[in-house]
């Protein structure tokens, strides 16, 4: 079975600081691992992916997530928030067959000016 | 590129009324479609998913179906809405791929569904 577990429903951050958004996974399978980020009223636009391939991911909008399998994580982490960046962000874990794909809760992430 | 067109954007419907939202993806071919529904301030529930022309398969008991006409459209209906079927819904899709399982979803904008 699989499941995805994010750590924080509510992230707050000072603009121009880190972001760190946690997610560990359960996967009896090596996983297909996703983030991404909703804007209010909008849908859901992938930030990132990780496919077995490097283990350190980068995607859009200077985000990165990186895959560890002995914690089970796949962090997503920015250097420096934008208020631009405020929105809900989904971890997804995809597994063997199309129709098992798991969204985290989410977290909510805002940014302080 | 592809595109996935979702419509309306926003409806009011009363309770007892018919619901048909529809979806419609350019681009690609034989894709996997995907309807989710997402309550307020929770995550994705996934309702209905579809492999090709006339293939639904549903996730989740309710009241609400789901239609695949054509290759590249995907209606989400209901006879009769009942209250519980406010919410934000979200169509998706995917590439078809042997392995399919390193291919994301992509979304839609939504439509949000208040029942009165």
């Known amino acids: 079975a699989q499941s995805v577990t994010q750590l924080d429903s509510h992230v707050s951050v000072s603009e121009g600081t880190p972001v760190l958004l946690r997610c560990n996974y359960s996967?009896?399978?090596?996983?297909?691992l996703f983030w991404y980020v909703q804007h209010p009223n909008k849908g859901l636009q992938l930030l990132l992916k990780?496919?077995?391939?490097?283990?350190l991911v980068k995607g859009i909008n200077g985000f990165e997530a990186e895959f560890k399998k002995s914690e089970t994580s796949f962090h997503l982490t920015k250097p420096s928030a934008h208020m631009s960046d405020a929105a809900e962000y989904f971890c997804?874990?995809?597994?063997?067959?199309?129709?098992?794909?798991?969204f985290g809760p989410g977290t909510s992430l805002s940014v302080i000016p | 590129s592809q595109t996935i067109h979702q419509w309306p954007a926003t409806l009011v419907q009363p309770v007892g009324s018919p619901l048909s939202l529809e979806c419609t993806v350019e681009?690609?071919?034989?894709?996997?479609l995907y309807w989710y529904r997402q309550a307020a301030g929770r995550g994705l529930q996934l309702l209905f998913y579809s492999v090709g022309i006339g293939q639904i398969s549903s996730e989740v008991p309710q009241n609400l179906s789901a239609s695949r006409p054509q290759d590249r459209q995907f209606i989400l209906s209901s006879k009769k809405l009942l209250l519980s079927d406010s919410g934000f819904y979200l169509c998706?899709?995917?590439?078809?791929?042997?392995?399919?399982?390193?291919?994301?979803?992509?979304f839609g904008d939504g439509t949000r569904l208040s029942i009165l």
């Open positions: 998706a899709w995917s590439a078809y791929s042997g392995t399919v399982v390193d291919q994301p979803q992509h």
């Open positions: 996967s009896s399978y090596s996983p297909s």
């Open positions: 681009g690609t071919s034989n894709p996997n």
């Open positions: 990780y496919t077995s391939a490097a283990t």
């Open positions: 997804v874990v995809k597994g063997t067959s199309y129709d098992k794909v798991i």
